[in-house]
């Protein structure tokens, strides 16, 4: 049974920094390409970050130079460093991870508040 389980989200204030994490099980972690998607109250869902099995890695603008992704096959985890929240970073954030077929988690609610 595969599960993708995101953990870390929660309320920071503007300015603050959390760290995301997206465990996998059940899949072949390291030949899967991975990304954190976001989606708003009322928006569609969008790519936040994503890197392949290779490493490489990509960002929506908005988050360019604030947000971090990278993975750790050994651990079969996925993470997402996000500095200098911003209000407009307040989402749910999934996890996916995607090869042949698409796997998603639950998502993670993290909210930029004071």
């Known amino acids: 049974q595969v599960q993708l389980v995101e953990s870390g989200g929660g309320l920071v204030q503007p300015g603050g920094s959390l760290r995301l994490s997206c465990a996998a099980s059940?899949?072949?972690?390291?030949?899967?390409?991975m990304g954190w998607y976001r989606q708003a109250p009322g928006k569609q869902r969008e790519l936040v970050a994503s890197i392949t099995s290779g490493h490489m890695t990509d960002y929506r603008d908005s988050v360019k130079g604030r947000f971090t992704i990278s993975r750790d096959n050994a651990k079969n985890t996925v993470y997402l460093q996000m500095n200098s929240l911003k209000a407009e970073d307040t989402a749910v954030y999934y996890c996916?991870?995607?090869?042949?077929?698409?796997?998603w988690g639950q998502g993670t609610q993290v909210t930029v508040s004071s």
């Open positions: 059940g899949i072949s972690f390291s030949i899967y390409n």
């Open positions: 996916r991870a995607q090869w042949h077929v698409t796997y």
